[in-house]
């Protein structure tokens, strides 16, 4: 049974950083991938970055282009989401997601089958 486990979350001025991590155990297959969701109340659950742990290609919805970085440097790594230059617009509740898959990894929820609980990000202007 895959397990994930976020943490990292954090209240920040608008212009701060933040990252994120997630610590995933379980998973057996070599190729998969894994994401970064945010969800704000009363918004449907948005893709936000993900990577493949076989190939390392990433995929970023376009908010998160140039500002968040997704990494995992390998099967024992924790899955990571480094965010600069947060906007007021990034307060959300951040979840991490996986998948097993040999591809690109899509930015749809429905793609991925396992998530962890979530950690809060709070941006102030």
């Known amino acids: 049974q895959v397990q994930l486990v976020e943490s990292g979350g954090d209240s920040v001025q608008a212009g701060g950083s933040v990252r994120l991590s997630c610590v995933a155990s379980?998973?057996?297959?070599?190729?998969?991938?894994f994401a970064w969701f945010r969800q704000a109340p009363g918004k449907e659950r948005e893709g936000v970055a993900s990577?493949?742990?076989?190939?390392?290609?990433?995929n970023y919805a376009f908010s998160a282009r140039g500002r968040f970085t997704i990494s995992k440097e390998n099967a024992k790594t924790p899955l990571y989401l480094r965010m600069n230059n947060l906007k007021p617009d990034d307060t959300s509740l951040y979840y991490c997601a996986h998948s097993p898959y040999d591809g690109i990894c899509p930015l749809a929820a429905t793609h991925y089958a396992d998530w962890g609980q979530g950690t809060q990000v709070t941006v102030s202007s």
């Open positions: 379980g998973y057996r297959y070599s190729s998969n991938c």
């Open positions: 990577i493949n742990s076989k190939y390392y290609n990433t």
